[in-house]
Nanobody, 128 residues
Framework: QVRLVESGGGSVQAGGSLRLSCAAFGGTYGYSSYCMAWFRQASGKEREGVANIDRFRDTSYADSVKGRFTVARDNTKNILYLEMNSLKPEDTAMYYC????????????????????WGQGTQVTVSS
């Protein structure tokens, strides 16, 4: 099991920016081996994939965030990042970091069921 701790959430106005971080601790295999992902869940809605990055730093994004969000990982510090720009009220949600030992095919699909390590979440609120 990998322990994941998110930080960086907050309240911003539309058009603003935030950077989320997710620190990883433990795990049987090195951090760099894991597919890492960001998910979000708005009130009353299902959890949805936002962005993924695999061990080779290949990335994929939900259509709703393409061009605005950037996912990155620092394998020396075991930290995952999500840079969020041009935020919109519809980006308001709890954001979760997740990790799994899966290949790119499963990683890029952004299916929550494929991930077995989750953080506690960090709230992002965007006001209009």
């Amino acid at each position: 099991q990998v322990r994941l701790v998110e930080s960086g959430g907050g309240s911003v106005q539309a058009g603003g920016s935030l950077r989320l971080s997710c620190a990883a601790f433990g795990g049987t295999y090195g951090y760099s081996s894991y597919c890492m992902a960001w998910f979000r869940q708005a009130s009353g809605k299902e959890r949805e994939g936002v962005a993924n990055i695999d061990r080779f730093r290949d990335t994929s994004y939900a259509d709703s965030v393409k061009g605005r969000f950037t996912v990155a990982r620092d394998n020396t510090k075991n930290i995952l990042y999500l840079e969020m720009n041009s935020l919109k009220p519809e980006d308001t949600a709890m954001y979760y970091c997740a990790a799994a030992l899966i290949g790119w095919g499963a990683c890029s699909r952004g299916d929550p069921g494929a991930f077995d390590n989750w953080g506690q979440g960090t709230q992002v609120t965007v006001s209009s």
